[in-house]
């Protein structure tokens, strides 16, 4: 199995790409790092011609690196995605499932056909009268089928695919037991490329 994760950021103005190598004793280390300008508005667009471009690009990128896997983690911008904390009793797994769905229904502005529904329990329950705390995730199938499309266009393969601030708290979320507080800062379009390194770094 390799120890190498490629991430890889669609944006609306420009495509990222970043290798990192865990080594034998549990290290990092940056492999490749790159980034091309995209087609405006990302994967905003239905047009099969500009979907076609945004792969040819990400082909380019990986050939000029150098990048020979093609096994790939995404992160979907917020945007697109529907993303919300609600609370439950505590439930049995059976239970839990029939609730999210109708939770999911009450505030998903979507047919439940129309998305792809995943949750995590962040906070359980232990005493009599507590809830527990849910992430409930929603992602829209036509936004999911477009990076599909796009990827097999580019002959890559999804291993996963994420919100960008589940996947950045995540990376965040390492020995920050010690710290108390932590400060998230996005410079917008043209933010570093440090901030996709972070996106991948613990996956």
Do not use: C
Not at 13 to 27: F, L, M, P, T
Not at 43 to 71: M, P, Y
Not at 103 to 109: G, H, K
Not at 143 to 148: I, M, R
């Amino acid at each position: 199995m390799s120890n190498t994760n490629i991430g890889l950021d669609i944006g609306s103005q420009q495509i990222k790409v970043v290798e990192i190598e865990k080594s034998a004793n549990n290290r990092y280390h940056l492999v490749n790092l790159g980034l091309t300008s995209g087609s405006k508005g990302g994967l905003k667009t239905d047009s099969e011609q500009e979907l076609e471009a945004i792969a040819v690009s990400i082909k380019k990128i990986f050939t000029e690196h150098k990048i020979s896997h093609n096994r790939v983690r995404i992160a979907v911008p917020e945007a697109q995605v529907f993303t919300l904390v609600i609370e439950t009793p505590p439930l049995s797994e059976k239970e839990m499932s029939m609730s999210i769905k109708w939770e999911a229904e009450q505030y998903i502005p979507l047919s439940l056909s129309d998305v792809i529904l995943d949750w995590r329990i962040l906070v359980q329950g232990q005493k009599e009268g507590e809830k527990n705390l849910v992430l409930l995730v929603a992602v829209p199938k036509r936004v999911v089928q477009k990076y599909q499309k796009v990827l097999e266009m580019a002959h890559l393969v999804p291993v996963s695919l994420e919100t960008e601030l589940i996947a950045a708290s995540r990376a965040l979320s390492v020995n920050v037991q010690k710290i108390s507080s932590v400060m998230v800062v996005n410079m917008g379009r043209k933010q570093l490329i440090s901030q996709l390194v972070i996106k991948i770094f613990y996956w």
